[in-house]
């Protein structure tokens, strides 16, 4: 359904910007004037800085929010290494990676039954470490369950990237709620407790993106101007919602990989009011402003970036998060899919919805839920049917990808693959290489 036709339901209020400074209350007053930690807060709240950057980053980059709560979130009991372990770490929570360079993909992966939102975490890809706060790590999520009731989950790794492929995610967090429906995406900070639901029963899937290493930021537009690509004033943070619970809750937290488990008396979400910079937002995929060219040749995908997370090397991202939306091709004389290609970065490709362009859908092919995996230097490019396709098509303007939406998570790091998305999810598909390439045919036809 076209986002201007859906009408938000009563309970998920937004606050829109990107990077803006927000403010929130639920109780007029709560919030203290002109000052951030007042000796008595309103109402007998405790106040709570939470700081997602340096205290000491330069003020453009600084993040950081105050929170003015019921009881402050160190009030739990010590957290104790739980039984339930992510897939893909060791022992000692490092991931297990293997770096190959074959070309992979995946059929559409499994929504594990009688799985939640936390149990249903599968750890596909990635590199780096989170303890030096370096590089990311790649999830594919499943879940016909709630979370159970009273648990509340953070990492303290990295950002989540969250991309709903199938159902909608009713998420609790400390800041409020978002509502992320397929299409959408949404970006927990580090350290963010949340929690999350299914809406109506319906089952969900989709993929995450963990950021280690900094946090996400819009690219700059260059010679685009001003406008254009996701436009800041469509992403949006939820309002203060408090609940004032002293039933037992448990926080499991990620903390280097291994999952730690804590109790207390009191829920985590009980923010009557927060200020600042660093919070969970959402975006809808179907607001993008996509840009290509009109005169001839296919440009760089980078003109697709939503989010870019950069690494100190100019220009170069530890991630970007890239999208494939509906489009018109309009260039003269092209070869209009994207080229045949080999990139220093490695490109992790999901598809959220219908059929993408560069490559035939169908069994066995790149489907709604499924994946690939280009890595570092892998070539790759259109199959060869949407070559031949492609070369003797009459260009015309032609709009592509209605009804589909594929991303790419695209990181200048070898990304490693685990045991679990190499093996034992059983759906890396053996011949996509052959039946991709190895069917190109020959060519060239020297003049005589
Ligand atoms: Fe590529």
Redesign the pocket.
Known sequence: MPATEFKVPEKYKYLNGFGSYHESETIPGALPVGMNSPQKPAFGLYAEKFSGTAFTAPRKENMQSWLYRILPAAAHEPFERSSAQLSGHSEKGSAQFEQIPNQLRWDPFDIEAGSDFLSGLELVSGAGDPSTKTGLAIYVYSADKCMEKNRAFYSADGDFLIVAQEGSLDIQTEMGKLLVRQNEICVIPRGVRFRVELVEGEAIRGYILELFQGHFQLPDLGPIGSNGLANARDFQAPVAFYEDDVSPWHITAKFGGQLFDSRQDHSPFDVVAWHGTYYPYKYDLGRFNTIGSISFDHPD?SIFTVLTAPSPVVGTAVADFVIFPPRWLVAEDTFRP?WY?R?TMS?FMGLISGAYDAKAGGKGGFQPGGASL?NVMGA??PDAGTFDKASEATLAPQKVGDGAMAFMFESSLMLGVTEWSLRKCQKVQDLYNEHSWGQLKRRFSPPK
Request: hydrophobic share 0%; glycine share 12%.
């Open positions: 995908p994207p290609h990139n490109e280009h790759h490019g």
